[in-house]
């Protein structure tokens, strides 16, 4: 009996397997009769494209959703879950693709939340605190346990939905899009903790959309398309490309040329910028750079270093507390937001679903947040709807956004369509300036292709782009110039041609080589 | 003009003040809890009629008081468990099933008066317990420790609330299943019981504020006499901003104003219209929160009925 | 063009008293605006009524139906015109609100009697025919009370708890005021307006206040008093009624209650219904008339003194020689 | 052909859970001694019994429509306007003051300005809160609440002074009341009965405010604002001046509706102290009506005849077989609550029938969900 158990005291789940799941949404066949199985002491990763189905099979195996068809199976046992607590309590836990923490509530308080508190009904949140820094010790995933949420970005908010899901230490663990929001170093961490983790016994799902990644920790990998399994593979007896090619459907090019685009003048010139975080503490601090027509300008840092707000102070949606902003050398510094999308800044938020549309709003309605006071979209006042539409229609079809109809409410899109609306809404306006902060975050590769195509073909029609990324390799296969911001201050600009990884992970760090040997020359 | 600052003249304001409060303070707090839940309960005022009237006839039959209140719970249970039946498991929209309890509770409580009682009529009520040695500090004894029971209970639940909003498992459920109920459900907190009991507290707390006017403060029932009350004590919960102690804040607020209107109107030295008079603590309740600027968001999820979404 | 079907409904029912007596009974509808049992004002209408039926015979002399809680102006309206519409014989509007609604009504169904109250405009001048006004001189009641209430205050402060400064309510005041003053000049009568007429809790606190500012006798008008007489029997204030007769609510303080009796009215109406007169007249309960009457609580030990002042003041009432002014 | 069956269960939902009510109401009235038969006959003789019952219905149902409509801008800017009580009477009150000051000008001149007065003074009343929302941070839940108790007591103290009818200044009892408009000023009547003008008025705007929200950019940006704030900043909307102008709106329709009851059934304004007395209560029931409707102003026409019905037959009833008036009210709390409940039938049956349809159909191209929803919400009506 005692070899059933793991270190954490739960049983082991030494099988559980999905028949035949099939479910419906209004418009959607979103799984049809899908089977999936998985086992103690492996990573069983699921893949397929935006929409596939992956996140509806696993909300149904948290039983967050009931399925219309089939069976769970679990040790040989047939079982049935109607809620999470029912899943919680056959062992299986979940970290969700879209964040379920509480906002106004503190880390600790989010940890603590459905657990049994070692004093009664009292809450616990010291001993949950010190939890917290033990599990951020040892797994690298360092987080002020005080801290509300809110005051969180979204890599931080990562590291506690981990934190929560190894509190909790679950026997089957659903790893929903992990990884979208990690920068590679903490990736690395964190397959270090899956290893782990699968050494003791534990059953992992895994969920991703970079195929390196599930080289790297997967067993096996089960690939969806349209709601439909496409089969089961052993991860080692397939190629990186076969696997690309097998979940798409046709060949993807992973690499892409970077053509040479005459520079032209500089279209955003930030000068000594400061903002403040929603904590009130300086987040941006005396930052300056331009961006040029034609060129992408990427800017690493390690998530919550301030590119948000670095982002929101230029586009008018935060307060700017020092220094100015020029677009094409007018001063935009204290202009509002639809001033400054007026003069054809274009900006795709880091958090699209909160920032950038509307869950209730339909695609079409969300495709024209930007323009929709003006021509063709509105005339007089009166929204164009036949327009509206058009447009619409063209873009879903353009950005291949998989979804019923355009009249489908935006809310209820998969996660990498829901970015697809956004990009395709920012993208498609021709602007002038483009400030796109995570843009392939949670896109399938053929989506993550399509976009650095699109990204590319502005930046040759002469806008000038500002890429705020954490992938380092997606920073280092677009930009031309690479600005690495950390705490809010600018540690340095480097020409694509003279980045390392190295170099950039320093300079993350907080350390400008440069300087370094200067000041050592010295 | 000096007249109003005698100090007999704020002592009787300040019991007046204290007296007005306490079933604000009920039926507010327990709204607080069903609203940290996620529930808008525009209920109240008609569980507060029920709880008035029914423990007002038990006691009018029976002469015990504190069978009187058990009635006035029982009912204002029933009534919250109603409402958490139509908001939480048939996801009815709260604002109006709210207003639809409210005109129940304003019906019932007016046609069982008048099959059952037929005409106004008078009990013995909870009488002022001083509390020893308190009640003998001058100024402050008379005020606070010069009153019946029920308004002891009223204040003392107010840092009751907070301790279990704030301190316990419970109360960090209700908070998370107010602002995020996906979250909560996400992670076994069960967001139907969780509502379930907030609303029942709520109904409970409001049955108890209408008894605390019909046994303790009044001794008396008359249709529609809580006029709006209800009405009040919920707003009082945006006063204090979700807090118990800003609805404590409020309630004292607005019921201090509400005293120093009345004396206002007997000062000779004052001629202002009486309706003018009257307006003060509303037209008061409003400036302080402008001059308050206050950051606090409701609970996100206040008003939205949970659904897993499937 | 509505009007002309109503109307000749109506008309069988005019001729039929004339013909044979007893057949159909006399039909009554009344509308209020607040409860039959509210102890104040719509009660006393109500109960006049039944006094009125039980005097003819019994229900099958007379019928009342009544509309109660039509605080809604507009419902009121609805009701009026369809008891009117129903050939009911007199339809009484009872409540100063109501007024509009019959000047819009009445000319429609010129058989049937229309009664108004409380108010003395009977709409003859913008020649309308058949609706009677009723009043009540609630002054009058209102000065032997203050006559009582000076007599008997120790501290020489009364209190006064009234709902909206307005109608009867107003009058009442003014008269208690004068009454007061008339004993003791330098009486102070404070008055709180709490504007409401359902506020019981806020009425109490008004009590309340009117004992803390020193008040050892308190009065009050309309449905929400029953809070204030609970404050005052608490404080071992004395109570003096208006409307109806409140000394079952507190029978050690209540000490006198002025008590509407619209039977007088009622009366008068019928016998000039019988005789054809459908409206046009002006009613107006008085002390001298027997429609005011004042109700003494024989559980109060009121000192012989001051119930001969009383008296005193109803005689001079009656007789003209104390005039109350209410401007 | 079973998507008019569905679309017909959908409207008949709400009939079929007033019928549950009354049900219940049943037992209360036989408890009461009544007949049930005697007493809904009388209701729905009442309520749609002759032309002049209907019209009567539909006088009601005229304030409730307007302030629905009101409460359909409000909802959808995510701010819940519960002072149309407030806003009707302050709309009622100036439109009043215009009808007493120009006692020359030509009728409809004067009617126009009033309606105007109307809207204007219930936009003030609504702004405000709006304004304290915005700038403020005040809830507008406190703010209207404390707002019409501002205005009631404002009403009593204007028309007991400032506005008094001259002929009451005379008079012993001073009937808080204003002097009753000329008859030229009086919205004309439609068929010889109450019915007013002001009904047309309604219907007309409620297909403006469906044109409004669905079909400009202002109801855009509303409807934005209300369902996600930070994402309409980003969008360039102004967000604080959007929530100030639906308070506007919405109280500027409640506005109209005390303008309304005053031209076309009043004719004055009366007061006895409290608010219901001259708006009925439909600074209330009008929320009730418009969540009714869905929160569309097409959906809110039909809702508020129900309700008018509900409240016209209702009293019909009382004066029938003479039962307490409160039994009314309780009766009208449990169709609230009953039809209110009722709705998770429509929403799943909805939700079913689309999930089917798809699967039936995966070959048609032509997925549009709209057909079954009773009425389409223009999001989704948007490709006509
Ligand atoms: N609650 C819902 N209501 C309606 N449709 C839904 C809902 N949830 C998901 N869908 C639909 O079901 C399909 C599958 O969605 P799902 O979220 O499972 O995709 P996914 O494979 O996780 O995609 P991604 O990689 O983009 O996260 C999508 O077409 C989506 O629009
Ligand atoms: N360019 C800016 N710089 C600094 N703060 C800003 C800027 N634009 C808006 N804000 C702040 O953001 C918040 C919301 O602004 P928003 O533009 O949505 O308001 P608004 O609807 O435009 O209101 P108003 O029109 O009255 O200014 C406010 O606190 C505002 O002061
Ligand atoms: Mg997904
Ligand atoms: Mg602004």
Not at chain 1, 334 to 358: A, F, K, N, W
Not at chain 2, 110 to 127: N, R
Not at chain 3, 256 to 274: C, F, G, R, S
Not at chain 4, 271 to 298: E, K, M
Request: aromatic residues 8%; negative net charge.
């Amino acid at each position: 009996m005692s070899d059933n158990k793991l270190p954490s005291g739960h049983t082991r789940i030494d099988s559980l397997e999905m028949r035949g799941i099939t479910k419906r949404f209004p418009g959607v066949l979103a799984n049809n009769k899908v089977d999936f199985e998985v086992h103690a002491g492996e990573v069983h990763a699921l893949l397929g494209e935006n929409g596939a189905g992956k996140s509806t099979l696993m909300k149904i195996l948290y039983g967050l959703y009931g399925q219309d068809e089939g069976d769970i199976i679990l040790n040989g046992k047939k079982i049935k879950i109607d809620s999470p607590t029912d899943a919680i309590n056959h062992g299986i836990g979940m970290i969700h693709q879209h964040f379920m923490l509480v906002e106004t509530l503190t880390v600790a308080e989010n940890v603590a939340l459905g657990m049994p508190s070692s004093r009664g009904f009292l809450t616990d949140l010291d001993r949950v605190s010190e939890r917290i820094l033990e599990l951020g010790k040892i797994y690298g995933l360092e987080i002020d346990p005080s801290a509300y949420i809110w005051q969180l970005s979204v890599g931080q908010q990562q590291r506690v939905e981990i934190i929560k899901a190894l509190y909790r230490g679950a026997a089957l663990l659903i790893l929903d899009e992990p990884t979208a929001v990690l920068t590679p170093q903490e990736v690395k961490e964190f397959f270090v903790i899956m290893r782990q983790m699968v050494a003791d016994g534990h059953a992992l799902i895994f969920i991703s959309h970079k195929l390196h990644e599930i080289m790297d920790i997967c067993d096996r990998v089960t690939v969806l398309r349209d709601g439909e399994l496409v089969g089961t593979k052993i991860i080692k007896e397939i190629t990186k490309s076969e696997l690309a090619n097998w979940m798409v459907g046709r060949e993807v090019s992973m690499t892409r040329e970077l053509v040479d685009v005459e520079l032209g003048p500089a279209r955003l010139e930030v000068k000594g910028l400061c903002a403040d975080s929603n904590r009130g503490t300086p987040a941006v601090r005396d930052f300056t750079l331009n961006v040029h027509s034609g060129e992408i300008l990427g800017v690493a840092g390690i998530s919550g270093n301030g590119q948000k707000e670095l982002a929101e102070a230029i586009t008018g949606l935060r307060e700017v507390t020092g220094g100015s902003v020029l677009l094409e050398g007018e001063d935009i510094t204290h202009c509002r937001p639809g001033e400054v999308t007026e003069r054809m800044l274009s900006y795709i938020p880091e958090e699209r679903m909160r920032d950038g549309m509307i869950k209730d709003f339909s695609i079409a309605e969300n495709m024209i947040l930007r323009e929709h006071h003006k021509s063709p979209f509105a005339e007089k006042g009166f929204l164009m709807l036949k327009t509206i539409a058009k447009h619409s229609d063209q873009l879903i079809d353009r950005f291949r956004v998989k979804t019923p109809s355009r009249d489908t409410k935006a809310g209820t899109l998969s996660g990498g369509n829901i970015q697809k609306v956004v990009l395709a809404r920012e993208i498609s306006r021709q602007p002038r300036v483009l400030i796109a902060a995570q843009p392939t975050r949670g896109l399938d590769v053929g989506a993550t292709e399509y976009v650095h195509a699109q990204l590319l073909e502005q930046r040759a029609n002469g806008t000038a782009i500002m890429m705020i990324s954490e992938d380092l390799d997606e920073v280092m296969a677009l930009s031309d110039r690479i600005a690495v911001i950390c705490e809010g201050e600018l540690i340095g600009i480097v020409p694509r041609d003279e980045a390392t990884p190295e170099k950039l992970g320093l300079m993350m760090a907080g350390v400008n080589p440069e300087e370094e040997a200067a000041s050592a020359a010295r | 003009m000096s007249e109003i600052f005698s100090a007999s003249v704020i002592i009787s304001i300040l019991t007046s003040g204290i007296r007005l409060a306490t079933p604000y303070l009920y039926a507010a707090i327990g709204e607080t809890f069903s609203q940290r839940s996620g529930v808008l309960n525009l209920g109240v005022e008609g569980q507060m009629l029920l709880g008035a009237f029914v423990s007002f006839y038990v006691v009018f039959k029976t002469e015990n008081l504190w069978l009187g209140l058990l009635s006035a719970i029982i009912v204002g249970a029933l009534m919250g468990l109603a409402m958490a039946f139509v908001t939480v498991n048939l996801q009815a929209e709260q604002g109006i099933s709210g207003i639809g309890f409210y005109l129940f509770g304003l019906g019932m409580s007016d046609l069982l008066f008048k099959m059952l009682l037929g005409t106004v009529e008078t009990v013995k009520g909870f009488s002022v317990v001083p509390i020893p040695i308190l009640s003998k500090i001058p100024v402050i004894g008379e005020i606070f420790f010069n009153q019946n029971v029920l308004v002891y209970v009223a204040f003392l639940l107010v840092p009751i609330a907070w301790f279990v909003l704030n301190k316990t498992t419970l109360g960090l459920n209700i908070r998370s299943v107010g602002e995020n109920p996906e979250a909560a459900d996400s992670v076994g907190v069960s967001v139907v019981k969780i509502r379930y009991f907030t609303i029942i507290l709520g109904g409970i707390l409001s049955g108890v504020a209408g008894a605390s006017m019909s046994i303790a403060l009044l001794n008396v029932f008359q249709q529609n006499m809580t006029s709006g009350l209800g009405f009040i004590a919920v707003a009082l919960v945006y006063f204090g901003a979700w807090r118990a102690w800003g609805v404590l804040a409020g309630a004292l607020l607005f019921s201090m104003v509400q005293a120093i209107q009345l004396r206002i109107q007997i000062i000779d030295s004052i001629s202002l219209s009486p309706d003018i008079a009257v307006m003060m603590p509303y037209i008061l309740t409003i400036i302080v929160l402008v001059a308050s600027v206050s950051r606090v968001r409701a609970p996100s999820a206040l008003t939205k009925p949970f659904d897993r979404g499937e | 063009g509505s009007a002309a079907a109503p109307a000749e409904e109506a008309a069988p029912a005019e001729e039929m008293p004339a013909e044979e007596i007893p057949a159909e009974p006399f039909k009554v509808a009344i509308i209020m605006p607040s409860s039959i049992t509210d102890l104040a004002f719509s009660q006393s209408m109500y109960d006049a009524l039944v006094a009125v039926q039980e005097e003819m015979g019994g229900e099958s002399a007379m019928e009342i139906v009544y509309s109660e809680g039509m605080f809604v102006v507009d419902d009121a309206a609805a009701a009026i015109r369809d008891y009117a519409s129903e050939g009911y014989d007199l339809i009484i509007a009872h409540g100063s609100q109501y007024g509009s609604s019959l000047q819009e009504i009445a000319p429609d169904f010129p058989t049937t009697s229309f009664a108004w109250g409380t108010t003395l405009n009977t709409f003859k001048d913008e020649g309308i025919n058949n609706v009677f006004a009723y009043e009540a001189n609630s002054q009058e009641g209102g000065y032997v009370n203050g006559v009582m209430a000076a007599s008997l205050s120790k501290s020489g402060v009364i209190g006064v708890v009234g709902p909206i400064q307005a109608g009867d309510a107003d009058l009442y005041v003014k008269g208690f005021v004068a009454g007061a003053k008339s004993v003791n000049p330098d009486v102070e009568v404070n008055v709180n307006w709490i504007g409401s007429f359902s506020d019981v809790a806020l009425a109490a606190e008004a009590a309340n206040t009117h004992i803390g500012a020193g008040a050892d006798v308190l009065t009050g008008t309309a449905q929400m008093v029953p809070g204030a007489i609970g404050v005052a029997e608490e404080n071992g204030a004395l109570w003096f009624g208006t409307q109806a007769s409140q000394t079952s609510l507190a029978e050690d303080i209540v000490v006198a209650n002025q008590v509407y009796d619209w039977t007088v009215v009622l009366d008068e109406m019928l016998a000039n219904i019988k005789n054809g007169v459908y409206g046009g007249e002006a009613y107006t309960i008085t002390l001298a008339n027997g429609g005011l009457v004042m109700d003494y609580n024989s559980a109060f030990d009121l000192p012989a003194d001051v119930k001969a002042a009383a008296d005193a003041a109803v005689e001079g009432i009656i007789d003209g020689s104390i005039e109350i002014p209410v401007e | 052909m079973r998507s008019r069956m569905n679309a017909l269960f959908d409207a008949m939902l709400p009939v079929f859970a007033t019928l549950a009510a009354l049900g219940v109401g049943m037992i209360m009235l036989l408890i009461l001694r009544v007949s049930p038969l005697e007493a809904y006959g009388a209701l729905w003789e009442g309520a749609f019994g002759s032309t002049n019952a209907i019209a009567e219905t539909l006088v009601k149902a005229t304030p409730l429509l307007l302030v629905g409509l009101g409460i359909c801008i409000a909802f959808r800017a995510n701010v819940i306007n519960i002072g149309g009580e407030g806003q009707m009477i302050i709309g009622g009150i100036l439109a009043t003051q215009v009808g007493l000051t120009f006692t020359d000008a030509p009728g409809w001149l004067i009617i126009i300005l009033a309606m105007f007065a109307g809207f204007l003074g219930g936009a003030i009343w609504g702004g405000i809160p709006g304004a304290l929302k915005a700038y403020f941070n005040v809830n507008e839940i406190l703010s209207t609440v404390m707002m019409n108790a501002i205005a009631v007591q404002l009403m009593n103290f204007l028309l007991r002074g400032p506005m008094i009818d001259p002929a009451q200044l005379e008079k012993a009892s001073k009937i808080p009341q204003t002097a009753r408009l000329a008859e030229a000023f009086r919205l004309p009547r439609l068929v010889p009965t109450r019915l007013h003008l002001g009904f047309l008025i309604a219907l007309v705007l409620a297909i403006l405010v469906y044109i409004l929200l669905w079909r400009t950019t202002l109801g855009y940006r509303i409807r934005a604002v209300g369902q996600n704030p930070d994402a309409s900043r980003y969008g360039g909307i102004r967000v604080r001046r959007r929530i100030v102008l639906a308070l506007f709106l919405s109280g500027a329709f409640a506005g109209l509706a005390g303008a309304i009851q005053v031209y076309g059934v009043n004719y004055r304004m009366i007061t006895d102290g409290s608010a219901s007395g001259f708006t009925g209560a439909a600074g209330f029931n009008g929320i009730v009506a418009a969540l009714f409707g869905q929160l569309h102003p097409i959906g809110t026409i039909p809702a508020s005849i129900f309700f008018g019905a509900l409240l016209v037959g209702a009293n019909k009833m009382q004066r029938v077989v003479q039962i307490p008036s409160a039994l009314i009210t309780a009766l009208n709390g449990l169709v609230v609550v009953f039809v209110v409940s009722s709705e998770i039938w429509r929403k799943k049956r909805q939700r079913q029938r689309l999930a089917l349809a798809r699967q039936a159909e995966s070959e048609d191209d032509d997925v549009s969900p709209s057909a079954p929803e009773l009425y389409p919400p223009a999001e989704e009506a948007s490709e006509s």
